[in-house]
């Protein structure tokens, strides 16, 4: 079994990161839906912006699991 070691330093770092990210989603979501009642909205190019934010945010929480599986 392949063990990794991460610093605390990094996963400090993916912590904030996730963090960031995560906040910056629900605040595009709450901008997504506020924009469809406005009428102002391209909701093509605003969804794929949060799902590529999602999958990052997907990517991130993966490397948080090595923080947890190496403490």
């Avoid at 993916?14 to 995560?22: I, V």
């Avoid at 969804?47 to 490397?63: H, N, P, R, W, Y």
Wanted: with cysteine; hydrophobic share 35%; proline share 1%.
């Amino acid at each position: 079994m392949y063990i990794v070691n991460i610093s605390n330093d990094k996963c400090k770092q993916l912590r904030d990161l996730y963090d960031r990210l995560e906040a910056e989603v629900r605040v595009l979501k709450e901008s997504e839906q506020e924009e469809e009642r406005e009428g102002v909205a391209n909701p093509l190019e605003m969804a794929s912006i949060i799902k590529s934010l999602q999958k990052t945010l997907s990517d991130v929480d993966l490397e948080l699991q090595k923080c947890l599986d190496s403490n």
